[in-house]
């Protein structure tokens, strides 16, 4: 199961150069460059826990850049000066805290379950931020057509799915084990949601040329 989240950021990946051809949409270009770290860390990670290597410091890493990466992402949609130095406080915030705790309390072998689940918070509670400004525009958005509704859908469901299983996984990983592989199976498919979405938001804006007929 773990191949096929793989897959989708892969795809994701690809799809995401198409962000280059599209003028209108320039600040979502840095999905680009995490993405393809993002797949290179997935397939990394799997390659350790197929030769039995521990690949904690992996999940580690790719949890604190993704968090920082979509709380930059949130800064950049959101309008509100206020709320805006809100975000970059607390992610600079969140990264001090993730670093002393690496380096004094607990080694990247270990779990990071507390700080990520932080992390999640902070960027749960920036998406619903966004959507109260979003519904509060004195224009009408067509969602449909509007990169930022899916990428922030897509966060917010995956985030918000993802911090509980953070918070408690101590728990999680002492249950049987057909439980916590659902557990971890609904973690997966949250991947693909969140990058079905992003598919959405890189695509909804392109504008492709209708082949002339010529007699």
Same mark, same amino acid.
């Given at each position: ?44 990670? #799997? ?11 992996? $999940?580690?890493? +790719?949890?604190?850049?993704? !968090? ?11 309008? $509100? ?21 690496? =380096?004094?309390?607990?080694?990247? $072998?270990?779990?990071?379950?507390? #700080? ?6 902070? =960027? ?8 109260? #400004? ?6 009408? =958005? ?15 469901? $995956?985030?918000?799915? #993802? ?28 991947? +693909? ?6 598919? !959405? ?15």
């Amino acid at each position: 199961m773990k191949e096929l989240p793989i897959l989708f950021f892969s795809l994701s990946a690809m799809v995401s150069i198409l962000l280059l051809f599209q003028r209108n949409i320039k600040s979502i270009r840095i999905f680009i460059p995490f993405l393809i770290v993002r797949v290179a860390a997935e397939i990394y990670g #799997e390659y350790l826990n197929k030769l039995k290597i521990q690949n904690i410091w992996v $999940n580690n890493i +790719i949890g604190m850049l993704s !968090i920082c990466f979509y709380l930059y992402v949130l800064f950049v949609f959101i309008d $509100n000066k206020k709320i805006k130095s809100v975000i970059l406080f607390l992610s600079l915030f969140f990264v001090s805290a993730f670093t002393v705790s690496s =380096v004094f309390f607990l080694s990247l $072998n270990e779990m990071h379950t507390y #700080e990520l689940s932080v992390g999640c918070l902070m =960027v749960v509670a920036a998406c619903i931020y966004f959507f109260y #400004e979003l519904l509060n525009y004195p224009n009408d =958005v067509k969602l449909l057509s509007y990169p930022p509704f899916w990428i922030v859908t897509g966060v917010l469901f $995956n985030f918000a799915g #993802e911090m509980p299983v953070y918070l408690f996984l101590d728990f999680v990983i002492h249950q049987p084990k057909v439980v916590s592989k659902s557990i971890f199976f609904m973690v997966h498919f949250l991947d +693909i949601i969140l990058n079905t979405l992003l598919l !959405i938001a890189f695509l909804c804006r392109l504008k492709l040329r209708r082949p002339s007929l010529s007699y």
